[in-house]
């Protein structure tokens, strides 16, 4: 297996005091306002009438796909007692438009460069075309961690997936409260989706039985190409960190480094090991590699957050998106993970969380993560600068102009099926009628 390159990162001496540091944005507090001209993305670029335009044209947009794509699930929802094999493949597709919603979204109204860099462990898997899109050769089966910095990171990463052509078999565990957001939360459900209530005792069974779903195999026409053990494609996705980066989960991952005596990280929240270690002893037979991504957004600056800069109505409405998304990539071999030993794990994890630290680092004083020639296969502009590549520049977009116009499929079989529906139901009252 190849190992990550992160060792000399690791061994660089601290930077040098920067003498501009005084002038940086530090937001210490939830309450804390920033500056209008201080933002890294620079002024609003939308006026208050674009705005409200935006936001009524986004709030459409999505709820009519939303709609369609819940009512989709529904008409789905009796395949369940006919076959589970076509009621999964069903709500594969369902999962794959609602991705689609989201790629889409985020291409009309945050439109921002996305930076992709890996090491040597993921040497040849990442592939640009052409037309300048990205294209990921990663496993069908993969279990995914990530740093969490903002509420978008997890569209980021599913837009990852679309890239590995598996964003219909992507599997997210979420806090407990999402899943009563109207219309999302039961979406997310038929998703399968893991809900995490942060009680232990509550949740190791409810997630050991939906591990045990995710090694089932199915004979029914699942997408995707099947790996060697024959299970169906699944990517799960966990943020080991439990939550975004704020000033609350800040002064909370400070106390707990106190009280644990574990030093706290620089750039990140101490990370949780319970339940990772428990997902990989489950799946440790039917998946072989771990990916690990690192994400850093431009702008930020030193000692400041991301979610308070990049907020929802910042990056969809005022035109503030992040200047470029930044990602880098490594993967482990979960054979190579000590799992025999939740502290051997525990440790395994926080070594590999302070290489993120590093790495976001050497980001902060660099402008870009140190990247391996061997990891991306990039398009340049000049066989030489193809020879020197180490970054591929791409955005969040669908593969054609004419792909968003799939989200019209399941609002249009709701609306055909509702029709047959209504017209048996009046068959059979208007024959009840006539019989009487």
């Known amino acids: 297996m190849s190992r990550t390159n992160t060792e000399g990162v690791r061994q660089r001496p601290m ?4 003498p501009a540091a005084d002038t940086e944005i530090k937001l210490t507090s939830n309450n804390d306002k920033l500056r209008e001209e201080d933002h890294p993305a620079g002024p609003v670029k939308h006026g208050r009438p674009m705005q409200y335009f935006r936001i009524a044209f986004f709030a459409v947009f999505f709820f009519i796909a939303a709609l369609g794509i819940h009512s989709a699930q529904l008409l789905g929802a009796p395949l369940y007692f006919y ?3 076509y009621f999964y493949a069903w709500q594969a597709v369902c999962k794959q438009y609602f991705a689609l919603v989201l790629i889409t979204g ?3 109204f945050a439109p921002t460069v996305i930076r992709i860099s890996g090491d040597a462990s993921v040497s040849g898997q990442l592939r640009q075309f052409p037309d300048g899109r990205l294209e990921c050769d990663f496993p069908e089966r993969l279990v995914l961690i990530a740093n969490h910095q ?5 569209t980021y990463l599913w837009w990852v997936s679309y890239t590995a052509a598996c964003h219909g078999h992507i599997y997210i565990i979420l806090k407990e409260s999402l899943k009563y957001i109207p219309m999302i939360g039961p979406g997310m459900m038929f998703y399968n989706f893991i809900f995490m209530s942060r009680k232990w005792a509550k949740d190791q069974p409810r997630l050991k039985h939906r591990l045990e779903k995710l090694s089932t195999r199915h004979t029914g026409p699942i997408l995707g190409r099947k790996d060697k053990s024959g299970l169906d494609p699944a990517w799960l996705l966990i943020f080991p960190e439990g939550t975004n980066l704020s000033p609350n989960t800040r002064n909370s991952s ?3 480094s106190q009280k644990s005596g574990i030093p706290d990280m620089k750039h990140q929240l101490l990370p949780r090991s319970t339940g990772l270690h428990f997902c990989l002893e489950e799946l440790k037979n039917g998946v072989d590699w771990l990916y690990d991504c690192t994400i850093a957004y431009e702008g930020v600056p030193r000692g400041s957050y991301g979610g308070q800069l990049y907020t929802l109505r910042s990056v969809y409405f005022q035109g503030r998106a992040p200047k470029s998304v930044n990602m880098h990539w490594r993967r482990f071999a979960i ?5 025999h030993s939740k502290e051997e794990t525990e440790n395994w994890l926080l070594e590999r969380w302070r290489e993120k630290d590093d790495l976001i680092e050497y980001y902060l004083e660099h402008g870009r993560f140190p990247a391996d020639p061997a990891a991306v296969d990039a398009v340049e502009k000049s066989e030489e600068e193809k020879k ?3 970054y591929i520049e791409t955005e969040v977009r669908p593969k054609s102009a004419w792909e968003p116009l799939q989200l019209f499929a399941p609002l249009l079989s709701a609306y055909l099926l509702c029709n047959i529906l209504i017209k048996f139901v009046n068959l059979v009252l208007t024959g009840r009628l006539s019989s009487n």
């Open 83 to 85: 076959n589970k094999d």
């Open 106 to 108: 985020t291409y009309l």
């Open 15 to 18: 930077p040098k005091p920067d």
């Open 254 to 256: 400070a106390r707990w």
């Open 388 to 390: 020197h590549a180490k």
């Open 335 to 339: 054979a190579d993970i000590p799992l």
């Open 150 to 154: 903002i509420y978008t990171d997890w």
